[in-house]
């Protein structure tokens, strides 16, 4: 099993629609949880860091955690074509110093 | 605003050669970390390192070497470039407290190896 899993997509959605892409991870001491956003040909981008159990919300985006369930999600509301990217989901486990586990990152593309 | 950044972009390089990538960081962060990032394989760790003169192995480490001699900068060093080296190259860093951990990327280097 991989320590951090993702589904690869391509995730389409419309225009204005809410894309909701899912991660789960492995180890349950994890403490830390990441979301990045990568275009095609740049470095990853840092859009969302969660800690705690719940929901988090900076604008368009929603971070949702779940420990019980291992679960982390992001939710990118009214989505624009210009969210068309990869999305990585990133952990960092409790004694791992401050190294992530990055998964493979899900692809969305935002049609119009 | 956190600032990453790397020494080239594009690097192209023959067989044999000994390879610098170069990494600065304004942010006065502890941590630095090289990754490489391959299709279908994503980011994987090279090196790390905590403190200046420290460095830790990551998950790929063989054909790489690293220096640290000063907080900001981080240098990822190929000692004899190989065609399986042919990738995009990432510096990242971080703080080291643990609720302000976000790691922060540079542009990153797509290094071609002939």
């Known amino acids: 099993q991989k320590e951090v899993e993702q589904n690869s997509g391509p995730l389409s959605v419309p225009e204005g629609a809410i894309a909701s892409l899912n991660c789960t991870y492995s180890?349950?001491?994890?403490?830390?949880f990441f979301w990045y956003r990568q275009y095609s040909g740049k470095s990853p981008e840092l859009i969302m860091s969660?800690?705690?159990?719940g929901d988090k919300e900076d604008g368009r985006f929603t971070a949702q955690l779940n420990k019980a369930s291992q679960y982390v999600s992001l939710l990118i509301r009214d989505s624009q074509p210009s969210d068309s990217a990869t999305y990585l989901c990133?952990?960092?486990?409790?004694?791992?110093?401050?190294?992530?586990?990055f998964g493979t990152g899900t692809q969305l593309k935002v049609e119009l | 605003d956190v600032k990453v950044t790397q020494s080239s972009r594009y690097l192209v390089k023959r067989t044999g050669e000994k390879v610098f990538l170069e990494c600065v960081q304004d942010?006065?962060?502890?941590?630095m970390f090289w990754y490489r990032q391959d299709p279908g394989l994503g980011l994987r760790l090279i090196y790390f390192?905590?403190?200046?003169?420290?460095?830790e192995k990551g998950d790929i480490p063989e054909g790489y070497s690293v220096s640290r001699e000063k907080k900001e900068r981080f240098s990822l060093i190929l000692e004899s470039a190989s065609t399986n080296q042919t990738s995009m190259y990432l510096c990242?860093?971080?703080?080291?407290?643990?609720?302000?951990?976000?790691?922060?990327f540079g542009p990153g280097t797509r290094l071609t190896v002939l």
């Open positions: 990242a860093s971080s703080h080291k407290s643990r609720d302000r951990d976000e790691q922060f």
């Open positions: 180890d349950r001491v994890s403490q830390s």
């Open positions: 969660i800690y705690s159990n």
């Open positions: 990133a952990v960092n486990k409790a004694g791992g110093g401050n190294k992530l586990t």
């Open positions: 942010m006065d962060h502890e941590n």
């Open positions: 390192s905590y403190d200046v003169k420290m460095k």
